[in-house]
């Protein structure tokens, strides 16, 4: 895995060395040692533990890009490379990403017509622009538009956690603005569904606001642009609506457009059934507005506690409210401890000691330090001999905490048999063992659930890790009888993971529900690489309130951790 994300970065340097115009002699030097990193067959990491001079002696590289690849492995960047990618658009990144389209293509468009966004390309493929450019045709056009296409296809809903991201960065954008009074996003992204079609913006106040959003830094093309409605498509290709609505009736709007519309649509029956109208401008009996300002009174006038928008797909959740509407949502203090995480120890970038006080800072109880095993080389897992070391440096740091402990853990990889990639004489001296696959992602349905279920039923393990491996918009989930496995995992009393990496969130959805329906339970993990990463439990808990999960579902929701060493 680092090989490749070494050739990825050479090979990109490259590629915008080129568009930018540098020197060939510079550009060829990045490729070639791109592609002989990318089928060299050893660990580079390997390498610079042993001795990072020896790197020197790859065929291709030389001093200099010794040096990067050094840097890469004590930094993880590529200083040169955050720089170049920072010297070009975006847009012009996501065409060079394009299937069929390299850097000599990238930079005729660029440079013959100003094309420097996927929505521009398409946009002059289809007026007949590129077949005028030289060494283009009629046939490469088209080649360009079916690149865009296929290329749509894997990216045509956006991960939840980017567009969350730009539509923070829009409100942000919108509240310093003296014209907006209110702004916030609805949709499918307040409802925290794991991938987004576009984002729905809505505002308060003068009518004006329409062009500033449409002049904000970003947009690359405004789709359409009204009174009170606007549609942009930003450069990064998601779409953006804004509606500007009155104060008095905001929430209302906010109701209608967080949607589901199958919510909407059971909720407007069960207004019409008290004799009312629900629509995006209020309650209404006959043709007095009798709710409006807030999502609360909305709710309270048809009669329904309020439903949390992460539930609102129209799967039970209004019957369910109806006969529990005290049903508390998991909430971020319910979270005892986190019980995936991964230190410098193998592929993490924080020491045992940073993560231990980042865990504290949050008010964890506990967090389990799970360093991949031997096996999985890649992410530098450990032997038999270094785990044990590090247990002992767990020991010694655990002394000098008071209400809070490091867990001794470890991320074993389930090997191709089910078997475990280490052996039960160390298990047995772990508080937890999670289970994971990384390898042999195509085996048939039978063969993977049969693989799965040998792993969770030795008795070392607590949890079984990012269930179906799948990572949203790149890599689908393997064929595997979820359910089958988690009547095993019952059965074994192993939890599953909901594992809260903003790639993965894995399990999805419908699986929490049939986790909890069927009482197994759920364990919150962040993966966390890096310190910062113990944030991510911000969108297990989202994910967790989709799957309508409490406490009582939620393995690190216990405040006392001898339940995890079952056989103690
Ligand atoms: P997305 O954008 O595909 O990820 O999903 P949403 O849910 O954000 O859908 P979108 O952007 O088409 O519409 C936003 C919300 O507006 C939707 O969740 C519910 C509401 N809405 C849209 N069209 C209708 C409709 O025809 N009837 C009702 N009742 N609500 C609608
Ligand atoms: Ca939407
Ligand atoms: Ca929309
Ligand atoms: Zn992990």
Redesign the pocket.
């Known amino acids: 895995m680092e090989n490749q994300k070494i050739a990825k970065i050479f090979s990109e340097t490259s590629d915008i060395l080129e568009i930018l115009g540098d020197s060939r002699f510079k550009i060829r030097a990045y490729r070639q040692a791109s592609q002989t990193i990318e089928t060299y067959p050893y660990h580079l990491r390997d390498i610079y533990e042993d001795d990072p001079k020896k790197l020197d002696d790859i065929p291709g590289i030389g001093k200099a890009l010794m040096g990067k690849i050094i840097e890469i492995f004590e930094t993880g960047d590529c200083r040169k490379h955050v720089d170049l990618v920072r010297k070009i658009k975006p847009g012009v990144l996501d065409i060079l990403r394009l299937r069929g389209i390299g850097p000599k293509k990238t930079k005729l468009f660029l440079d013959e017509l100003g094309i420097d966004s996927v929505v521009k390309l398409k946009d002059a493929a289809k007026r007949g622009l590129l077949r005028e450019l030289p060494g283009m045709g009629e046939k490469s056009e088209d080649d360009v538009l079916l690149a865009i296409e296929s290329y749509g296809r894997l990216t045509a ?1 956006m991960p939840m956690y980017q567009a969350l991201s730009i539509a923070e960065g829009i409100i942000d954008y919108l509240k310093v603005n003296k014209k907006v009074k209110k702004a916030t996003y ?4 307040r ?1 925290r ?1 794991e ?4 984002i ?1 913006i809505l505002a308060c106040g003068s009518p004006k606001i329409i062009g500033d959003f449409c002049d904000m830094p970003g947009v690359a093309h405004v789709e359409a642009k009204g009174d009170t409605k606007a549609t942009v498509i930003l450069e990064s290709g998601i779409q953006v ?1 804004l509606r500007v609505v009155p104060e008095e009736s905001f929430g209302a709007a906010l109701y ?6 199958a919510h ?2 059971a909720t ?1 029956k069960i207004a019409q059934k008290k004799g009312m109208k629900i629509n995006e401008y209020g309650v209404f009996k006959g043709k007095k507005s009798v709710a409006g300002k807030t999502e609360d009174e909305i709710f309270k006038k048809i009669g329904l506690p309020y439903i949390i928008p992460e539930m609102r797909e129209d799967t039970g959740e209004i019957e369910f409210m109806k006969k529990n509407p005290r049903f508390k949502p998991l909430e971020e203090s319910d979270i005892q401890g986190d019980l995936h995480s991964h230190t410098d120890w193998s592929d993490g970038k924080s020491s045992l000691a940073e993560m231990a006080e980042a865990a504290q800072a949050r008010g964890y109880k506990y967090l389990a330090i799970t360093d991949h095993s031997q096996s999985v080389k890649v992410a530098h897992g450990m032997e038999v001999p270094r785990l044990e070391k590090q247990l002992l440096e767990i020991d010694k740091l655990n002394k000098g905490f008071k209400g809070f402990r490091l867990l001794k853990g470890c991320e074993v990889d389930i090997l191709k048999d089910g078997s475990l990639d280490m052996p039960d004489s160390i298990l047995e001296k772990l508080d937890i063992v999670v289970a994971s696959v990384h390898t042999y992602f195509q085996l048939p349905e039978k063969e993977q659930t049969t693989r799965i279920i040998k792993a969770i039923q030795n008795p070392f393990v607590t949890l079984l890790a990012h269930p179906t491996g799948k990572l949203t918009g790149m890599r689908e989930a393997y064929d595997v009888d979820l359910l089958k496995v988690m009547r095993a995992a019952k059965k074994a009393q192993v939890a599953i993971e909901l594992n809260c990496n903003p790639f993965r969130l894995d399990l999805d959805t419908k699986h929490l529900r049939a986790a909890r329906d069927m009482g197994v339970m759920v364990s919150l993990g962040t993966d966390s690489h890096s310190a910062s990463h113990l944030e991510f439990i911000e969108y297990g808990i989202a994910m967790a309130h989709r799957g309508w999960l409490q406490p009582e579902n939620i393995l690190n929701c216990q405040k006392c951790i001898d339940f995890i060493r079952k056989n103690h």
């Not at 609805?186 to 992204?189: F, Q, R, V």
């Not at 209608?256 to 519309?261: D, L, M, V």
Request: aromatic share 10%; hydrophobic share 25%.
């Open positions: 809903r609805a949709g499918s992204l409802r569904l991938t987004i079609g576009d729905d609506d209608y457009f967080t949607g589901s519309k909407n649509i407007r």
